[in-house]
């Protein structure tokens, strides 16, 4: 089993800047597939940051492109996501996941597909004012 610990959440104004972490413990050793996911106000979980370990392979949807950069200090057992410019639309709870290599085929790629992940937190909630 592997537990995730999500912290950094926070309210700020529009254009602000927050950095998330997620402390991972229990069996972590040879996870690969790690990701952020976001759930807003009424709205479904969808992926905002997908890593993939062995490659450095990182894929980010469009809507998170070029403002967030999701990494990881092995050292720590820690993911983090570092949000810039935010936005309103940015709002919401805040979720880092592991793919279990034991359960499953390694993908070969970061992935953004909520269900190629078994292991979640319990969320971290992010407001974003105008």
């Known amino acids: 089993q592997v537990q995730l610990v999500e912290s950094g959440g926070d309210s700020v104004q529009a254009g602000g800047s927050l950095r998330l972490s997620c402390v991972a413990s229990?069996?972590?050793?040879?996870?690969?597939?790690l990701g952020w996911f976001r759930q807003a106000p009424g709205q479904e979980l969808k992926g905002i940051a997908g890593?993939?370990?062995?490659?450095?392979?990182?894929h980010y949807p469009d809507s998170t492109k070029g403002r967030f950069t999701i990494s990881q200090d092995s050292a720590r057992n820690t993911l983090y996501l570092q949000m810039n410019s935010l936005t309103p639309e940015d709002t919401g709870t805040y979720y880092c996941?592991?793919?279990?290599?034991?359960?499953?085929?390694?993908?070969?790629?970061?992935?953004?597909?909520?269900?190629?992940?078994?292991?979640w937190g319990q969320g971290t909630q992010v407001i974003v004012s105008s």
């Open positions: 996941a592991a793919r279990d290599p034991r359960r499953r085929l390694d993908l070969g790629y970061a992935s953004l597909q909520r269900h190629e992940y078994d292991y």
């Open positions: 229990g069996n972590t050793d040879g996870i690969v597939g």
């Open positions: 890593l993939y370990i062995t490659t450095h392979d990182t």
